[in-house]
Structures are given as C-alpha cells and as structure tokens.
C-alpha cells in the first residue's frame, strides 16, 4: 500500500486545483476535529467547575474544584468503582465470545462443505436485521425462569450467537483465508480443532481486532438490555448509572457532580484508547495491515 | 473413494464448530422470541403489588395498538432521526474517506485526524446525551454562549421544539458513528485494486471523476453494508433520546422512537402490550430487510 | 411467644401463596389475617399483647430511593455505624441499604420485585424495613406486605404526639396504622427576601403573606414580580398546592379524574407562563435551581421543611441561602409535600430492631428534637414543634432568623389526605410532563390532556382513562 502511495504520489500533476483541495481538506478536517473536540473540552472545563459557577454560565478557563467535585462523586451514593469494574468486565468477555466464536461459526461455513450450510448462511444473515429488542421480553423472562436475573452472564454469554459479527468474519474469510492452507495443515496431521485455533485465529487477527473493538464498544455503551437485566446497584454498569443522574433526585442536582460522574465514564476509554490509537486506527483501517 | 471420506469426515466439522453459534442462538434469541410472541396474546402485567392475567386474549393487544395510531408516528420519528443523521454521515465518511486514501493529496496528520473522528464513538450514547442535555439546557453552556454573542436575546428552549430535540438525536449519532463509517469506506477504498486509479488518471480523469466512475461503484458492497447496518442501528435508537428526553420523547412524543415505546410497556411489566408490539417491530423489521434486500438485488443486475 | 412465631410464620406463608396465586387483584386478597375493621381500643389490646419472637437475623435490608434515611439514621440513632455508602453496622446487625431512584416508578417496581420474592428468598435477602411516600404509601399499606405497628407491640399512646395526616396516610382499610413518619411536611412559599424588599417594598413574612394568601393575590403579586424582571416560579411548583386541595382521588371507580383544582392549576399556569411570570423548569433539574443564587432571580419555590436544608445550598457561599437570605410564609393555600413513611416488611426476622428503629427515629422527642436542629426538618411531634415555635432554637439561619415553627404547625394541623390515592406518584409525573407540552405552546390543551391520558393509561393498564 505505501509503496503504492508513493508511486501514485509520483505521478500525481502538482496544479493549483491540489493545492486548493488540500487547503479544504484541511480546513474541512480542522472544523470536524474541532466539533469532535469540542464535547471532550467543554466537559473537562466543567468537570472543575463548582454548582455555583456553572449556573453563572459558561467560561472557556477552568476552575479549581476538580477535586473537590471527585470527593463528592467518590462519597457519593453512586457506587462507580464497581460501575466501572463490571462494565470493564462484561465488555471484554463480550467482545471476546463475539470475536472468538464468530470467527468460529465463519470458519465453520467458511471451510467445510455440508448439507446445511447454505441454508445456514442465509438464516443468519436473515436474522442479523432482527433488532435485540424486539425479543426483549422474553429474554427477561427467560432469564428469569433460568435464575440468572440480575447477573452478568446473560449480557455477556449471548454473544456467542453474534451474526453482525459472523458476517462481517465471514466476509474476510473469503478475502484472505486460502482452503489450501488448511488443507496443508491437515496434511501436517493437525488436528481440526488444533488448526483453526493456531493457524485461523491467528491469520484473522485483524479482522478480530476490528470487531473486538466494535463489540466492546458496543457492550461498553449499552444501556438498554443492561438496564433490564441488573438491578442491585452493586451490579450495575456505568450507563446504567450515568441514566441514574437524569433521574429527578432532591439530592443530585450539583452539576459539578454529574459533568465529574460523565467524564470519570468516559476518561479511561479515551486513555486506552489514545495509547493504542495507532494499533486501533491501523487495525480498524484492515487495509493497510492485510500485507 | 478414500478422499471422499475424509472430507465427509472433515466436514462433520461444519456442524461442531457450528454449534456454539446454533445452541446460544437457541437459548438466547429463538426461544425469547417465541416467548415474545405467545405472551403478545395475553393481557398480563402487574397493577400495584397484584399481577393480572395471563389472560388469553387473543389478538385484543395488536388491536389496541393498531387502532390508537401510535405505531406509526413513533415508526416515522425514529426513520426521520435517523435519516437526519444518517445523510450527513454518510456523505461526510465518504469525502473523508476519499481525502484519506487519496495519494495526491497527501495529507498530513491522517493519523491524528483518523484518532480523533473516531473518539466520539468510544463516549457512551447515554453520557452523550446527559452531557448534551446539560450543555443545551436552558441555562447550560451553549445558551450562554449564544447569549454572550448576541445570537439570542434569551434562552432558546432547545428542548422544547421538536426539530431541535430532533436534531440533536441526529447530531449526536452522526458525530458518534461518522467515524466509524469513515473507517470502513476507507477499508474499502484502500481494497480498491490501484491500477485502475492508474489508468484512469493516465486518461486524464480529474479527482471529482475518478470518484464518481471508479470509487463509488466498487464501493457498492461495502456502502450497502454500512447502509444496513446503520438502519438496524436506526431502528433500534434508543439511548441518545431516551436520556435526552428523560423518556418523554417530548415535545409532545416527537422524539420518541419505536424501542422507546416498547421500553415503557417493559417497564411497567405490562408484557402482553410489549409482546404485541414487539411483533409488530418484527414485522417492521422484516419489510425493511426484504425492501433493501430486493433494491440492492435488483441494482446488481 | 411460640404463638406469635407461628402467627408470623403462617403471615409469611399466606403472602406467599397469595402472590404465587396469579390473577388475584388488590381487593380479593380477604385472608384471615385481613381481620374486619378493628376499634382503636381492640388494636392497642393486640398490641400490648404482643411478644416480639427474638431477632435472627444478621442482615437489615433497607429499601429507599436516597441517603436521606441513612443520614438520619447515622446522626440520630444510637449505635449505628457507616461503613460505607450502602452498608452500615448496628451492633452485630449488617445494615445493606438498596437505593433504587424514585423516578418513573423505578423504586416502587424495584420494591414490588423485592416484596413479591420475599418469601423465596433466605433470611438475610429479605426485606426487613422500607421506605414509602405518601403519593404511593396505600398501595403498600393496603397489602399484606407491611407489618400493622399493633403487631410489632406499638400503642397508640406511644404515637399519640404525631399529627393526625401523618399516620392517616398510613392507615390501612381497617383501621390498622402500618407505618410511622418522622417528619411533617405542611409546606408553604419560601422567597427571596431581597426581591421582595425590591420589589414589594417588604420582606416580613406577615406582609409578603398579606400579599399571596389567594390565588387571586398571588397572581397580581407575581405579575408585578415579573415587572421588575424576576421569575416567580416554575409553574411546577405551584403543583402541589393545587393538588393536595382537590375535591376527589385522581382515580374514582377504576376511572381517571381530572379534578376542578387541576384544571383550574392547568389554566392560572398557563396564564402565567405566557406572560412569563412563571417558567416550566422541572423539578430538580439545573435550570429549575439556577434560583438558589442571587443571578438566578427567581422569587420563589414552593416548598416544606426539608427543602431548607435539602434544596437551598446554604453551604455554597454564593447562595442566597448562606446569607440568610429567605423567607417563609404559608402561602395561597395550606399543602403538604413529600415526607417518608417507615415501614415494617412482613417477613422480616429482625422485629425487634425494625420496632425500635421505628419507635427511635419518630417518636423520640429528644431525637426529633436533633433532628429539627440539626436537620430543619418539620418534625413529626407536637410538643417539639410548640417547643420550637416558642424559642430561639427555631430560628433558622437560612431564613435570615425567621421561625417558621409556628406556620408549620399550623398547616400540618390542617392538611387533609382524604383524596389520596396509590396512583398519585404516577398522575402527577405524567401531568407535569404533558402540561409543560401545552404551557411551551407545543401543544393544545386538549392534546395535552389526552398525551396525560395515554401516558396514565401506559403506567397503569388498570385505568380506565376514557
């Protein structure tokens, strides 16, 4: 790719036109990374701003009660620690059943030739429209009957069955998993099993990054099933309680509080994900790690 | 003869590897769903401390809900708001993605700007819609920016008119999936054999062209996927309006989205009403997959 | 003693069959237990007979929507200790609170969850003590699922210094009190003395009276306000002084009532929002409490005795309140808001604990007497509150001095909950919400009216709104 670059580059007229589009390109890219920007800033500004100051309106300098307002969340009734802790836990056991089990399904139609499998395929592509919610309620109650209301396993084991994932592994299959190399693993004498944990996993390493970090993305985020499923406030996950704070309460209306509560939800993604940007945004763009 | 059992004897495997996948499905989709669909025949749900029914009713809940009008004007906010969010996105991920990939440019940086398009998506949709909220209060932030400029005289109830809440909602997905979107179109993009951008440029294409002729189409695929997968993520919209909204859906319900409503029966337990329309979502659902299905089917031919 | 272990006993079990029993509603639930309607005399027999089976259990759970509760409980009642913010210690007793947050009904459903498993669950899950709001508290006192104080050994003469609306709230269909209030929550009109000095030329609370004892005054009152470019209020506020003097329940015969007083808190708000006198802010929301600084300008809020300490922000110095700078008056018309009710789970297995919890923290007069103190909570005791009236140690800080005592206790004398009903949390959530669709003038009065109508009938199936 980047040898492509170069040689594109090369060959590319130099005119004013470029010139001019460059100038837009970033002109373009400095408003929209501003208005990416913009939430993050605002909300640390607030974050170290008192009650009071923040019903005088806005300033664009910060304040000094950062740490005061982190007391305050700390004490508060809010149990974020945990929050945070077992939203940490459910998103990485969900992204990894997704990702691992996906892939598994995919190699499943992807390697073998048997009676069901186009019917499979088409079954699960029909069923990825099919929204979670539509099938809420009777997940509720099934949970219930099976007795695992109010615990993790039931936001976290259902990934296992993710199509979204599976097509998306599928897909990539197709593109660079060559049967031949399965074939010649087997000639290896390798195990069924043995070869697609140390020889298919490991070639679909990014296309599982990309779908890990989308399902634990998605997992972090989610509010609703989470918000049905848990009920013990030692239990919930931080959506749950950053919905909390929407909630009329005579004692939760010191603003310092929430903007804190908000950017505490927020911070350690952004700082894992700043540190393995350059993985994530490589690994994302599969282009260029395919080679 | 020996070769062909092996691969029978291989391809059982098909059906093992296959199982996890089958079995949680089961479990945890099939079995609900149908549980969801027996129940939507009941009048069941709880008043107080005393549960009624499960009492058969026959099709009386699709009746009540058909008849009082609701599902379609909360089945035309939810499409509205995701449009609204969806074409700017769209058309946003493309040019960036094209201005990414696109060698003459050059652009530098492409490392800090893709870091940053894709932060929103990390924030949670529920803390982007409280800090939106705050921030557009009527006494919050933006209202007194805008004051201090002069825009306003006084406050604007951004909450209280309905093409604001709903372009909010909009704003709000679009920021935290152009990103994302971007991503995936450059994946594209970059998938896109080179030498066709050779030779167009060798026959004097200017950049506008090349995009339009060459990009676009080879792009199909991966532009449909983005469609449906966007649209199932429209359809299921429910974070961003429900905090922002604090579940009203106001003004007046006009941000109040299909999911939203199927999350009030919910919660008040009223699961014969949530059955019947979650059937109805199921059906909505259904239609909209065959219609892009068959659009995309007949465009290939 | 072995008696009274089998009685509880027999109550559990019959809770439990009667829950496990589908389709039973509210009314049918005629067990022997739901003895007929009892005299007082036949009530304080039972209990002065009654002998508490000794206390099992390690664990007290406590089921309320905020640490309002636990504060009190911390500062006031002996012995007990915080661990931390859900858990606390009384003696051997583990102490595990479940906040669950009042809105949309999220504590009633997450208590009904509760309640309904009790008899499923061991003996350190249950339910031993939960907390109520008046809005709502039938719904748990007309249930088997609260135990009769009579039954945990307390005498009327032992609450006989508690206002009269207090333990009506709590009074179930015979006749049997199942629950006890610390607090008294007459409320009335706290405003900003320097608008009213600005404004009304006056900031004693006799005159500025003077000047909002009728609707009809304190809307002439509240334009002039506006005049000089100050909030009045949210019409929000002025909910509850409407509601609380309406001439019937909100639900009549299975049938949703919108009464008179409702209408007519509909119209005069309506009046007042376009003229913006009066704005729309929620309760508790940002915007609503910008008031509580002197920018804000807003002259008012509507409020009881919690509020000053709960709603005022008298520790941030630049708040009005930490100048003293309000005042209190009753008010256009005498109403009561919020208060908590204490309530004894059946099925709990630390009686004991639970009975002098109750005993401690609302009949207490020396506790009552901190907790006015400390707390400017409106206690639940006419001798305290008299007390109070007629000494310094009413004067309120917040209130630059003022002593409300005197019109706190005469409002709490007056209030009248005949017109309670179980579904009042509800009603009144929705129509604020409804309402403020039609104040903005984003919607009619009659679309207003019927999006409240759809929203009741969404909460409650039961409901005929029609």
């Given amino acids: 790719m980047a040898a492509n670059t170069n040689n594109m580059a090369g060959q590319a007229e130099k005119g004013a036109s470029i010139h001019a589009r460059r100038v837009i390109a970033y002109l373009v890219l400095a408003i929209i990374s501003f208005i990416c920007l913009f939430w993050f800033y605002v909300l640390f500004i607030n974050a170290t701003r008192s009650n009071s100051e923040l019903s005088l309106g806005f300033t664009p300098v910060p304040s000094k009660f950062l740490g005061q307002n982190w007391t305050n969340l700390k004490n508060g009734e809010l149990p974020i620690f945990t929050g945070m802790l077992n939203s940490l836990i459910i998103a990485i056991l969900t992204a990894t059943f997704a990702t691992y089990f996906s892939t598994m399904t995919a190699y499943a139609i992807h390697a073998y030739d048997f009676k069901l499998k186009k019917f499979m395929f088409t079954f699960i592509l029909a069923v990825m429209m099919i929204p979670t919610q539509v099938t809420a309620l009777g997940f509720i109650k099934l949970i219930q009957n099976i007795g695992l209301d109010n615990s993790a396993i039931p936001l976290i084991v259902p990934a296992i069955a993710s199509p979204a994932v599976f097509f998306y592994m599928k897909q990539y299959m197709d593109s660079t998993l060559p049967l031949s190399l399965i074939e010649a693993a087997r000639i290896d004498g390798s195990g069924e099993f043995r070869t697609f944990n140390s020889i298919v996993v490991p070639l679909m390493k990014p296309a599982i990054a990309v779908q890990a970090i989308f399902s634990f993305v998605g997992s972090w985020n989610n509010y609703f099933t989470p918000a049905l499923v848990l009920h013990d406030a030692e239990k919930k996950t931080l959506p749950i309680l950053i919905a909390q704070l929407r909630n009329a309460d005579y004692l939760k209306f010191d603003m310092g509080q929430v903007y804190m509560m908000i950017a505490f939800s927020i911070f350690p993604v952004i700082v894992v994900y700043l540190l393995l940007s350059r993985y994530i945004v490589g690994g994302v763009t599969l282009g260029g790690v395919k080679g | ?301 | 003693m072995k008696r009274r272990m089998v009685s509880l006993l027999a109550m559990a079990t019959m809770t439990a069959t009667m829950f496990a029993g589908c389709g039973n509603s509210s009314d049918n639930s005629g067990s022997a237990e739901q003895a007929a309607p009892a005299t007082a005399e036949e009530i304080d027999a039972e209990a002065a007979a009654v002998e508490l089976p000794e206390d099992t259990g390690k664990v007290l759970n406590i089921h309320c929507w905020n640490d309002e509760f636990q504060t009190r409980l911390k500062d006031h009642y002996p012995g007990y200790e915080e661990v931390d913010a859900t858990h606390g210690k009384i003696g051997d007793v583990e102490v595990v609170w479940t906040m669950t947050p009042s809105t949309d009904n999220a504590y009633q459903n997450n208590l009904d969850d509760a309640l309904l498993k009790q008899a499923d669950v061991s003996d350190d899950e249950k339910v031993d003590l939960f907390l109520v709001e008046a809005d709502y508290a039938l719904k748990y006192v007309d249930e088997d699922v609260t135990i009769p104080l009579s039954e945990l050994g307390i005498t009327s003469d032992q609450l006989a210094d508690q206002y009269t609306y207090t333990q009506s709230i709590v009074t179930d269909s015979t006749g049997r009190l199942k629950g006890s209030s610390w607090q008294a929550c007459s409320a009335g009109l706290i405003y900003n003395r320097e608008a009213a000095k600005e404004v009304l030329g006056t900031d004693d609370p006799d005159e500025v009276q003077a000047l909002v004892s009728d609707w009809d005054k304190y809307n002439e009152t509240a334009q002039k306000i506006a005049d000089a470019g100050y909030t009045m209020c949210s019409a929000m506020d002025t909910y509850r002084t409407y509601s609380n003097n309406v001439s019937g329940p909100w639900v009549q015969d299975g049938k949703l009532v919108i009464d008179p007083n409702i209408e007519k808190w509909i119209d005069d708000s309506k009046t007042l929002v376009d003229a913006k006198v009066e704005d729309t802010d929620d309760l508790w929301s940002d915007d609503w409490g910008k008031g509580k600084n002197p920018e804000g300008k807003v002259f008012c809020y509507f409020g009881p005795a919690w509020f000053f300490n709960f709603c005022l922000n008298a520790d941030d110095s630049a708040s009005i309140a930490s100048k003293g700078g309000w005042g209190y008056c009753v008010g256009p018309q005498s109403y009561f808001w919020g208060g908590t009710w204490i309530c004894a789970a059946t099925g709990t297995d630390n009686a004991n604990l639970v009975k002098d919890i109750i005993l401690t923290m609302t009949t207490d007069q020396k506790v009552l007497k901190d907790i006015a103190m400390k707390d400017q909570d409106c206690v639940n005791s006419k001798t305290v509150l008299a007390e109070l009236a007629g000494s310094e140690d009413g004067n309120i800080a917040l209130l630059g001095g003022q002593n409300p005592y005197k019109q706190l206790a005469e409002g709490a004398e007056k209030i009248d909950l005949s017109n309670l009903s179980k579904y009042d949390q509800g009603c009144t959530e929705e129509l604020e919400k409804a309402m403020k669709n039609y104040f903005l003038g984003n919607a009619t009065k009659d679309e207003a009216i019927a999006a409240f109508k759809k929203a009741v009938s969404e909460k409650y199936p039961d409901i005929s709104v029609d």
């Fill in chain 2, 1 to 301: 003869m020996n070769k062909k059992s092996k691969v029978v004897r291989y391809n059982k495997w098909g059906y093992i590897f296959l199982l996890p996948f089958i079995v949680i499905y089961l479990v945890f989709q099939m079995v609900p769903l149908v549980t969801t669909i027996y129940n939507s025949f009941f009048e069941n749900y709880r008043s107080g401390l005393s549960q009624i029914g499960p009492n058969f009713i026959g099709l009386e809940n699709y009746v009540t809900i058909f008849t009082n009008g609701d599902l379609p004007t909360y089945f035309s906010n939810t499409m509205i708001m995701w449009i609204m969010g969806f074409v700017p996105q769209i058309i946003l991920s493309l040019l960036l993605g094209a201005w990414f990939t696109d060698p003459s440019l050059r652009l530098k940086c492409q490392g800090f700007f893709k870091t940053v398009i894709y932060l929103p998506n990390l924030i949670m949709a529920s803390a982007f819609a409280m800090l939106f909220f705050t921030l557009f209060s009527d006494s919050g932030p933006i209202n007194s920016m805008l004051m201090q400029i002069g825009v306003f005289s006084e406050a604007y109830k951004f909450m209280s008119n309905v093409w604001s809440v709903r372009s909010l909602v909009a704003t709000m997905n679009c920021l935290m999936w152009f990103g994302n979107t971007t991503i995936l179109l450059m994946a594209g993009m970059m998938g896109i054999d080179p030498s066709l951008f050779e030779a167009a440029q060798v026959d004097g294409a200017t950049a506008t062209q090349i995009f339009y002729k060459i990009t676009l189409p080879l792009l199909k695929p991966i532009l449909i996927y983005v469609m449906i997968t966007s649209l199932i993520g429209g359809l299921q919209m429910f974070d961003v309006p429900q905090i922002l909204t604090n579940g009203t859906g106001d003004p007046m319900r006009s941000s109040m989205t299909l999911i939203m409503y199927l999350n009030k029966h919910l919660f008040s337990k009223n699961f014969g009403m949530a059955g019947a329309l979650s059937v109805y979502l199921f059906v909505i659902t259904g239609i909209l997959s065959l219609i892009v299905y068959k659009f995309t089917t007949k465009e290939d031919k």
